[in-house]
């Protein structure tokens, strides 16, 4: 009696959400919306760019390369973290502290530029540092 009591106090506060299937979103930045058109998708502002990854680094085993663009690193991005300041400060802080664990990066690669998910995980190596790569300010 009280499970049935229960269910029908839930079963009438219940909200009805229609879901569409996720969408893929393209080289482009483009993704097909429901009812089939293209529409366009925003992405991140890119705030660094890697202008080296040393080999056999945490860098290049996980996949980042040179010309990447990123547009979050962990909890970093412009839109959350700030300027570009603020961001590489927020870096510096968060990779001695990330050593040893999975760190998601986003990045903007090639042209038309597509959006790339990888994960990096900080760790002690034969070269400096804890990634193995450089990352300059992108300014727009």
């Known amino acids: 009696k009280i499970e049935q009591a229960l269910q029908a106090i839930h079963s009438s506060s219940r909200v009805a959400v229609p879901r569409a299937a996720p969408s893929a979103v393209s080289n482009a930045g483009y993704s097909a919306g429901p009812a089939g058109p293209a529409v366009q998708v925003q992405l991140q502002?890119?705030?660094?760019?890697i202008d080296e990854v040393s080999e056999a680094s945490p860098a290049q085993a996980s996949g980042l390369c040179v010309g990447d663009l990123i547009c979050c690193f962990g909890p970093v991005s412009l839109a959350d973290t700030g300027d570009l300041n603020a961001c590489f400060k927020a870096i510096q802080q968060l990779v001695p502290q990330s050593a040893g664990t999975e760190i998601k990066v986003v990045v903007l690669r090639g042209e038309p530029p597509s959006r790339v998910e990888i994960q990096l995980i900080p760790r002690q190596w034969a070269g400096r540092g804890?990634?193995?790569c450089h990352l300059t300010p992108k300014n727009s």
């Open 130 to 132: 804890l990634l193995g």
């Open 45 to 49: 502002t890119p705030f660094a760019l």
